[in-house]
């Protein structure tokens, strides 16, 4: 029985199944790794703590020949961090953690804050107004002035729109991914032309924006080209933006559990901290996460051979039940006094931000959607009949409807 599925490839099958697939086939193997073939490749798929501490040894997995080239071509960009290894990573490395792991996210939370009031102002008496594509203008707006990037008000939404496309059409052939493909060329033209604007003092920014540590950062002695630091200048926009995914999913959980409205709307930071990991762990957002072994392996008692695609279990993981009891419940308070580990709570990656390949911009997305989270509970809104649900073989998932909300 294993043999015969380790044989058979599971591509269409990631596809119909999206979220569902991995800790499907996991389950069929009683939780141990899962030898597979998917993309004409042969895979292991693992999880758990031991798995996460495994994936992110780099002497076991590395990452430059694993991403998908559709993966990159849309969702992270051509010569990406994400698509480093070993010093170039660390190095590279070393910029985002500069720009993104310091007292600028305080700044950045209080921009979005402000941006979402401004915002909120104009969606009282409308008929509706989708609470995602919102969300991600507020973001969209804050985080350009955050990084001294100058957009005027018009330009605004196709910029927030090109940002939702790189991540909404990165794991789907299709209208969605030349969506995605169309708005990663446009935004890498523009920023481009921004970067060298900076270097030639044509465009101002203040001197730690990022546009401007972007655009003076240097490898071995050199600038990056244009393109490629117009690709790491996305890599910070759409992530960001990309918060709007968690406070849609914000918006489903106060629907479905409004007993949670009272603590975010008071400001109990603790609370709201213990909200904001629980979105994060409950909803589906990153599938799996892929690397590549580089030499022979063995993992649980698993050969990996070298070459092998390694998958790790990222929503398998955040609803692991020995880690998460009861994992299919929005308990918030779950996190009420638990510190999060390198190699628990996994849903932007796991192990060390600083040197390691977990998101450098986790500590942002748990500010920005604090911020949100708590102005969402604050506004005076409902949500008229809609279709809320959340289709788990659409990666990246969102509710249907988007979140149709009216302000009075
Ligand atoms: C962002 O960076 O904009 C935030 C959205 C990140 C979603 C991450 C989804 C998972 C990433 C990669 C999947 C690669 C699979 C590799 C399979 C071989």
Not at 74 to 86: I, S
Not at 276 to 293: D, I, M, N, Q, T
Not at 372 to 394: E, G, K, T, V, W
Request: with cysteine; proline share 8%; net charge neutral.
């Amino acid at each position: 029985m294993h043999d015969r599925m380790a044989n058979l490839d599971q591509t269409l099958v990631a596809g119909i199944k999206g979220y569902a697939w991995l800790p499907d086939l996991r389950r069929k193997h009683h939780d141990r790794p899962v030898p597979l073939r998917v993309l004409g490749q042969r895979a292991v798929a693992v999880c758990g703590p031991e798995a996460v501490r495994f994936f992110y040894d780099e002497s076991h997995v590395e990452r430059h020949t694993a991403l998908p080239h559709p993966v990159v071509a849309t969702l992270f960009g051509k010569n990406a961090v994400h698509t480093l290894d070993g010093a170039a990573h660390r190095h590279r490395k070393a910029l985002f953690v500069a720009l993104l792991m310091n007292d600028g996210i305080d700044v950045l939370a209080k921009l979005v804050g402000e941006s979402f009031d401004e915002a909120a102002e104009s969606w009282r008496g409308r008929s509706s107004v989708t609470l995602f594509d919102e969300a991600a203008l507020v973001i969209a707006r804050a985080v350009t002035r955050w990084a001294g990037i100058p957009v005027t008000d018009d330009e605004l939404p196709k910029l927030a729109a090109d940002l939702v496309a790189m991540v909404d059409g990165f794991a789907t052939p299709g209208p969605r991914h030349w969506r995605a493909l169309a708005a990663r060329r446009r935004r890498e033209r523009w920023l481009a032309a921004k970067i060298e604007g900076v270097r030639s003092g044509d465009v101002i920014a203040p001197a730690d924006a990022a546009i401007t540590t972007i655009a003076h950062y240097r490898e071995d002695g050199e600038p990056l080209e244009p393109r490629t630091a117009a690709v790491e200048l996305i890599n910070i926009l759409r992530p960001a933006t990309a918060v709007a995914w968690f406070l849609a999913f914000s918006a489903h959980a106060l629907d479905r559990w409004p007993q949670h409205r009272r603590p975010l709307r008071d400001g109990d930071d603790e609370f709201t901290a213990a909200f904001v990991h629980e979105v994060r762990r409950f909803y589906p957002f990153a599938p799996f996460l892929g690397g590549r072994a580089v030499e022979d392996l063995t993992f649980a008692g698993e050969r990996i051979p070298k070459g092998a695609l390694v998958l790790l279990d990222v929503y398998g993981q955040n609803h692991d039940n020995l880690l998460f009891p009861q994992p299919y419940e929005f308990r918030p308070e779950r996190f009420v006094d638990r510190p999060i580990g390198e190699f628990d709570l996994i849903p932007q990656g796991g192990g060390d931000p600083r040197t390691g390949h977990r998101c450098p911009g986790e500590q942002i997305t748990v500010a920005l959607l604090g911020t949100l989270a708590q102005r969402l509970a604050r506004l005076d809104y409902y949500l008229p009949p809609q279709d809320l649900s959340i289709n788990l073989s659409r990666i990246p998932a969102r509710p249907a409807s988007d979140v149709e909300i009216v302000v009075p």
